[in-house]
């Protein structure tokens, strides 16, 4: 007999999934051209040509045995001493590589970090701030710990801070943010971490243990002009930052990350052999060994993400003269609007009568909003707008 917990999970179909599977099919009634789907957080442009180059050229000139072969069970040496030589020269740290772990992915390095500071039955708290990324559910309570979510403040997204300190309490161990945030596209500000870095640092003395910040970071590079956006490890020091090279280098199936925590935390050296242990029980085993030795070469570089800024700026503008509210993003590609009625599934449902295929807030933890994923062509944004329009006036707020 299969085990019964996860049997329930096949049951519990990432609505996400589900809207893009529509798309595809509806598709084929319509014609893709004429399906706005907004669904899906892939990037829509390619990654950088000298990251090809590089996977050439290891193929092209490197021992065969070698370069295919199981990387250190810690990660390639050189990538995660490349890692951190960057991160120290963009940020300001004194990272070496053993601050670095190499993960399969921002989902990889969260598995890890997050087994790495709760104790299944020990009534281990994780908390994290609404709105949020919906399969932290799944990452945290597979850990044996419980999901504690911070209601949202609509009016900013930066955290509520009244909510955050009731909720705190003596189980916290790990509080996990994620900025620039899916699905908001807030990115959290100076005074925001610092604030937080106060309470964390009071609250650690207060419970007489450590409380980590767990930065999941995938959208780090996609911070649009004039944003402030701190780099959260240099605010806190128990903080452990999980990245992700699938946004800004449009990776998202080479999967491929990494955790960097810092010197001054509190487990460091420690923590990185331990996250190798944990990579023992689940089955982790390292990433690929090329994707690590060609992403080390093009560590400074992005992919080309000025197109999600300039959606973001049309769609923006567009939908609040048709009546939307919106908290404008300040990264990321999606934006989170506020639904013409309370029910953001009713809403969604009705969107699809124009084929805008778009996502319902409740499993984001904050009821009676959408997101849009807009990293599609900025053609496709432009002949969705009258479409959003029609929406609006079907509700009569134009």
Request: net charge negative; proline share 4%; charged share 20%.
């Given at each position: 007999?299969?085990?019964?917990?996860?049997?329930?999970m096949?049951?519990?179909?990432?609505?996400?999934?589900?809207?893009?599977?529509?798309g595809?099919?509806r598709?084929?009634?319509?014609g893709?051209e004429?399906?706005?789907?907004?669904?899906?957080?892939?990037?829509?442009?390619?990654?950088?040509?000298e990251?090809?180059?590089?996977?050439?050229n290891?193929?092209?000139?490197?021992?065969?045995?070698?370069l295919?072969?199981?990387?250190p069970?810690?990660?390639n040496?050189?990538a995660?001493s490349?890692?951190?030589?960057?991160?120290?020269?963009?940020?300001?740290?004194?990272?070496?590589?053993?601050?670095?772990?190499?993960?399969?992915?921002a989902?990889?390095a969260?598995?890890?970090?997050?087994?790495s500071?709760?104790?299944p039955?020990r009534?281990?708290?994780?908390?994290t701030?609404?709105p949020?990324?919906?399969?932290?559910?799944?990452?945290?309570?597979g850990?044996?710990?419980?999901?504690?979510?911070v209601?949202?403040?609509?009016?900013?997204?930066?955290?509520?801070f009244e909510?955050?300190?009731?909720?705190l309490?003596e189980?916290t161990r790990a509080?996990?943010?994620?900025?620039p945030?899916?699905?908001?596209g807030i990115?959290?500000?100076?005074?925001?971490i610092?604030?937080?870095?106060e309470?964390?640092?009071?609250?650690?003395?207060?419970?007489?243990?450590?409380?980590?910040?767990?930065?999941?970071?995938?959208?780090r590079?996609?911070?649009?002009t004039?944003?402030?956006?701190?780099?959260?490890a240099?605010?806190?020091?128990?903080?452990?930052v999980?990245?992700?090279?699938?946004?800004a280098l449009?990776?998202?199936?080479?999967?491929i990350g990494?955790i960097?925590?810092n010197?001054?935390?509190?487990?460091?050296p420690i923590?990185?052999p331990v996250?190798?242990?944990?990579?023992?029980?689940?089955?982790h085993?390292c990433?690929a060994?090329?994707?690590?030795?060609?992403v080390?070469?093009?560590?400074?570089?992005?992919?080309?993400?000025s197109?999600y800024?300039?959606?973001?700026?049309?769609l923006?503008e567009?939908?609040?003269?048709?009546?939307?509210?919106?908290?404008?993003p300040?990264?990321t590609?999606?934006?989170f609007?506020k639904?013409?009625e309370a029910?953001?599934?009713a809403?969604?449902?009705?969107a699809?009568?124009?084929d805008?295929?778009?996502?319902p807030?409740?499993?984001?933890?904050?009821p009676?909003?959408?997101?849009?994923a807009y990293?599609?062509?900025t053609e496709?944004?432009?002949?969705?707008?009258?479409?959003?329009k029609?929406?609006?006036?079907?509700?009569?707020?134009?």
């Open positions: 007999m299969l085990n019964e917990h996860y049997v329930e096949t049951k519990q179909e990432s609505i996400i999934r589900k809207i893009f599977m529509y595809r099919e598709a084929k009634v319509v893709a004429n399906v706005f789907d907004f669904s899906l957080g892939n990037p829509s442009v390619p990654a950088p040509k990251f090809d180059e590089a996977v050439i290891l193929v092209n000139t490197s021992d065969s045995v070698s295919h072969g199981y990387s069970s810690l990660g040496d050189q995660r490349a890692i951190a030589e960057s991160l120290n020269r963009r940020f300001g740290k004194n990272y070496t590589s053993d601050n670095i772990f190499m993960a399969i992915g989902a990889g969260l598995a890890h970090a997050l087994r500071v709760v104790v039955g009534g281990d708290e994780v908390i701030f609404a949020f990324f919906p399969e932290y559910h799944y990452y945290v309570g850990t044996g710990a419980k999901l504690v979510v209601p949202a403040d609509i009016t900013s997204f930066q955290i509520n909510a955050f300190e009731s909720l309490n189980n509080v996990l943010i994620n900025s945030n899916n699905p908001s990115v959290y500000s100076t005074a925001t610092d604030r937080l870095a309470i964390l640092n009071r609250k650690q003395k207060e419970y007489g243990h450590s409380i980590y910040i767990i930065s999941d970071e995938p959208y590079e996609l911070v649009f004039g944003t402030d956006a701190p780099f959260i240099s605010h806190y020091d128990n903080t452990m999980c990245y992700s090279f699938s946004k449009s990776l998202p199936g080479e999967r990494y960097a925590i010197t001054e935390a509190e487990d460091f923590a990185v996250f190798g242990q944990i990579s023992r029980e689940i089955g085993n990433p060994s090329l994707i690590q030795q060609a080390s070469t093009v560590l400074d570089l992005t992919s080309d993400l197109v800024e300039k959606n973001c700026n049309i923006y567009a939908l609040t003269s048709y009546g939307f509210e919106i908290v404008k300040g990264g590609f999606y934006m609007p639904c013409l029910d953001a599934y809403f969604c449902e009705k699809k009568k124009y805008l295929l778009l996502v807030s409740d499993n984001f933890g904050t009676g909003h959408f997101r849009i990293c599609v062509t496709k944004v432009e002949r969705s707008l009258p479409l959003f029609k929406l609006a006036q079907d509700y009569g707020v134009i």
